[in-house]
């Protein structure tokens, strides 16, 4: 099924507006700015993010400036944040094509990132809506706060589902949440309709890093990372740790701590990932995922429009379903 035709349908127009203005946002005349903003505009992607934003202010009237700016506000400062991240996570691979601090070098990363989270802060002001620059500025410190818990996750020994949650809740589900709620104050809706979308948006965004961690167990070109990134870079993510914790293998506990020491090789990563798929780690990874998708529809069900619940369907199963 092509989710994402459905899917774009009812905002096409402002989808494409939106892809001019966020060229425009990245671009720039002279000199090696040029050059990579040039760079990163060549990595397109889906542009999942503003869509959701899209569709839920056109569930609640229509998408206005107001919605643009604040899309073209949030898309921005997700940019600059991934920009940023691969310094931190010295990553040399970004949507399958050089990061920018591999093209480049960290300190034309980190300054391009600046320029990117700066020109964030001018389109959201441009939406003249006092909440949608705050919400934004607080996604902001959200976004960070996750780095570094995620950081600080990695010297410690406790392997802890409940902490995975919360890490990804603090990267990757607040910016989905912040798209329903970014939508919703652009449409002008009370505060009760606001907080649904908000929940609505943070069930989308834990499926889709579960998602995208599930990949990192699999070898495909497509993804854009190589197998067992997460656990070269110290990462521990939901179908390991369900393994790890529901079995007493000290050789693999012994395993999972090298890769938090940053000392595991990757003969080691293969045999943890081989691990997690013969324990269940991945079927339990697809379960959550499951649990998730059941409390988004009854949103779909109880709070959508008509005319937009095919739109909003397809949202859901494309983030459970995608294979990159």
Known sequence: MDYLSIIKKPIEAELNDFAKLFGQCLTYEEGLLGQVLSHIRQRGGKRMRPI???????????????AQNAALGLEL??????????VVDESSERRGQPSV?????????VLVGDYILSTA?????LSDNHRIVQHLAELGRTLAAGEVLQLSNISNQEISEEVYYQVIDKKTAALFESCSVLGSIAAGVSEEDIEKARKFGHYIGMIFQIRDDIFDYYESKEIGKPTGNDM??????????YALQNTNMSAMQTLAKKVKAGTINPDEIAVLIEFAKEYGGIEYAE??????????????????????????TAYLEYVIQRNK
Request: charged share 25%.
């Open 52 to 66: 959701l934003l899209f569709l839920t202010a056109k569930n609640f009237g229509v998408v206005s400036d107001v």
């Open 287 to 312: 379960q959550k995922m499951e649990e998730f998708a059941k409390e988004a529809q009854k949103y779909i069900d109880e709070s959508v429009k008509p005319e937009l619940k095919d739109a909003f």
């Open 77 to 86: 400062l997700h940019t600059a944040s991934l920009v940023h991240d691969d």
């Open 121 to 125: 802060l001018l389109r959201v002001a």
């Open 232 to 241: 070269t870079e110290g990462k521990l993510t939901l179908p390991v740790i």
């Open 101 to 109: 601090n591999a093209s480049y070098n960290n300190k034309v990363a």
